[in-house]
């Protein structure tokens, strides 16, 4: 009898620890295993690196697992009240958010400060896949106006904080949902031309320092100890680890510290030192798969919100790295976006965990949600 009741405990409990997309799981460990590697090598003469950021995954993968065990019916209920408190934090973060480096992105609450915007990242696509599910077969050109306003909102308030690269993120994510709501391939060659008519208002509006992030990306040698510094150092490294790399801990550029913020946004860098083209093409072959899987479980999703949901999601995995791997090879300017699972950061590895989590949940969820 005691067996037995062993037993029927395990039944029970089983259905709330095993949520974890095998597959997905085994990308995201992968690529975590690979970042401690590199971390090791980027973080010496930092102390606590390693152990922080051991902290970190572990939040995130308890993150990940709450995430997995919530329904997507249940998410389409927290979608408008987590868009409303998003937003209302971001305008609190207008009126009386914390300075820090030249930017007010932070809050104060309590002992902590909080940065509102990664919130975004999640919260806008969930509320616009939300908005979209519930004009599913009635949507018209109002509906997706309704749907651009839903994400410029959000990010107005981030790009004037300044945060470019969290807006380019939300903006990815957001335009995702609306594409794959349906809209038509006119509007978007509209947006096209509209875009790039703006450009030159759209200039006038941005920072000094941002306008000098684009014309230092066209020519760093310009100011090689100064705005093009970081460029001019990241291409160096990635470039001077040829094919098969130097070798762990035999990155000269990141020991010798002429590489900026290693350990975070620049981080591929001394990856691209140390391990090469091979290792390299090793990493883009695990973002490949990582974001394969992502789109394989949006295809198989079981209504319209969880399509569009882990649509946005996988976009927001793609954008990660492609904007990173660029801003590091020299080819995109510098807008602080870190490499998924692979920067040192606890805030957007929760964000990613999240992320994650909300792929396993509609893939656990498929068969139980109604179509």
């Given at each position: 009898m005691p067996i037995n009741e062993r037993r029927s405990l395990w039944r029970r409990v089983k259905p709330y620890l095993a949520v974890f997309d095998p597959t997905l799981m085994t990308i995201v460990i992968v690529l975590l295993s690979t970042s401690l590697v590199t971390l090791v090598s980027a973080s010496i003469g930092i102390p606590g690196k390693i152990e922080d950021q051991i902290r970190n995954i572990v939040m995130s993968f308890l993150t990940m697992w709450v995430v997995a065990n919530i329904s997507p019916q249940n998410m389409m209920r927290i979608a408008l009240p987590a868009y409303v408190i998003t937003v209302s934090l971001l305008i609190a973060v207008a009126l009386v958010g914390t300075i820090k480096l030249g930017a007010r992105r932070w809050l104060h609450i309590g002992v902590v400060d909080i940065q509102p915007s990664e919130f975004a990242k999640i919260a806008v696509p969930l509320m616009l896949a939300w908005f979209f599910q519930q004009r599913q077969g009635m949507l018209r050109w109002d509906s997706y106006a309704v749907g651009a306003l839903l994400l410029l909102v959000p990010v107005f308030l981030i790009a004037r904080q300044p945060d470019l690269g969290t807006a380019l993120l939300v903006v990815a994510a957001g335009f995702c949902v609306i594409f794959l709501a349906g809209l038509p391939w006119k509007?978007?060659?509209?947006?096209?031309?509209?875009?790039?008519?703006?450009?030159?208002?759209?200039?006038?509006?941005?920072?000094?320092?941002?306008?000098?992030?684009?014309?230092?990306?066209?020519?760093?040698?310009?100011?090689?100890?100064?705005?093009?510094?970081?460029?001019?150092?990241?291409?160096?490294?990635?470039?001077?680890?040829?094919?098969?790399?130097?070798?762990?801990?035999?990155?000269?550029?990141?020991?010798?510290?002429?590489?900026?913020?290693?350990?975070?946004?620049?981080?591929?860098?001394?990856?691209?030192?140390?391990?090469?083209?091979?290792?390299?093409?090793?990493?883009?072959?695990?973002?490949?798969?990582?974001?394969?899987?992502?789109?394989?479980?949006?295809?198989?999703?079981?209504?319209?919100?969880?399509?569009?949901?882990?649509?946005?999601v996988t976009m927001i995995f793609f954008t990660y790295a492609f904007v990173n791997m660029g801003m590091v090879s020299g080819i995109l300017p510098v807008v602080g976006v870190p490499l998924p699972f692979m920067s040192y950061g606890g805030t957007a590895l929760l964000t990613l965990g999240l992320a994650s989590g909300i792929l396993m949940s509609i893939q656990r969820h498929r068969k139980l949600v109604q179509t």
């Open positions: 509007a978007i060659a509209a947006l096209v031309v509209a875009a790039a008519a703006s450009m030159p208002v759209a200039w006038s509006m941005l920072h000094d320092y941002q306008r000098e992030r684009v014309m230092t990306l066209i020519d760093p040698t310009t100011d090689p100890l100064g705005k093009g510094f970081h460029i001019i150092q990241s291409t160096i490294a990635v470039g001077s680890g040829g094919l098969m790399g130097k070798g762990w801990k035999e990155g000269t550029q990141a020991h010798l510290e002429f590489i900026p913020e290693r350990t975070t946004d620049f981080i591929f860098a001394v990856y691209s030192e140390e391990f090469g083209l091979v290792g390299n093409l090793f990493l883009m072959f695990m973002y490949l798969l990582l974001i394969g899987r992502g789109l394989m479980i949006a295809a198989g999703a079981p209504n319209f919100f969880t399509r569009l949901l882990a649509g946005a």
